[in-house]
T-cell receptor, first 107, second 117 residues
């Protein structure tokens, strides 16, 4: 599985967009980019995934660079409830978790 | 999204006893189920993968005789921690993958917190 690199922590002001970066320079052609988040003491929650094109759903947008070596998860209007650890995972099928980014949304 | 449940949500047991944790996919059939373990302030670690009706595949370093996994049906998997010890105290999370509304994503349960005294 390709390795991912994420900043350990980020802060964001409530109501502003949160942009979470992820580097995955060794990604293979058949590997998808997945994003999950884990709120304290809960199971991970699926957010979004993509292969090579940008994706958007009701929770977030995923921007994947043309060379697929990095991606950005965008939460357009962050709320306090978005405070969580966000995991970027590159996988052909099953999820292995790295350290993730601890996002803190501040009022 | 798809719902995966776990039971119990928390359990306290005495050292040397066995504990069974159930994982169910409520609105889809899970062809593959996964078990993870998470220690405080750490990320999730994959313990094993199982397909319905087949033996589980364990990750390196995970004792298969200690962590018994049974994937008896397309909606149920169980993890039994045998002869539990305090170092087995952890947050155990199951995950299921199957066809839900045409998508084959991996969905996670809420977790079971095990404390061994």
């Amino acid at each position: 599985d390709a390795k991912t690199t994420q900043p350990p922590s980020m802060d964001c002001a409530e109501g502003r967009a949160a942009n979470l970066p992820c580097n995955h320079s060794t990604i293979s052609g058949n590997e998808y980019v997945y994003w999950y988040r884990q709120i304290h003491s809960q199971g991970p929650q699926y957010i979004i995934h993509g292969l090579k094109y940008n994706e958007t759903n009701e929770m977030a947008s995923l921007i994947i660079t043309e060379d697929r070596k990095s991606s950005t998860l965008i939460l357009p209007h962050a709320t306090l409830r978005d405070t969580a650890v966000y995991y970027c995972i590159v996988s052909p099928g099953y999820m292995r978790f790295g350290a993730g980014t601890r996002l803190t949304v501040k009022p | 999204g798809a719902v995966v449940s776990q039971h119990p949500s928390w359990v306290i047991c005495k050292s040397g006893t066995s504990v069974k944790i159930e994982c169910r996919s409520l609105d889809f059939q899970a062809t593959t189920m996964f078990w993870y373990r998470q220690f405080p302030k750490q990320s999730l670690m994959l313990m094993a993968t199982s397909n319905e009706g087949s033996k589980a595949t364990y990750e390196q370093g995970v004792e298969k005789d200690k962590f018994l996994i049974n994937h008896a049906s397309l909606t149920l998997s169980t993890l039994t921690v045998t002869s539990a010890h305090p170092e087995d105290s952890s947050f155990y999370i199951c995950s299921a993958r199957g066809d839900f509304r045409g998508k084959g994503e991996q969905y996670f349960g809420p977790g079971t917190r095990l404390t061994v005294t």
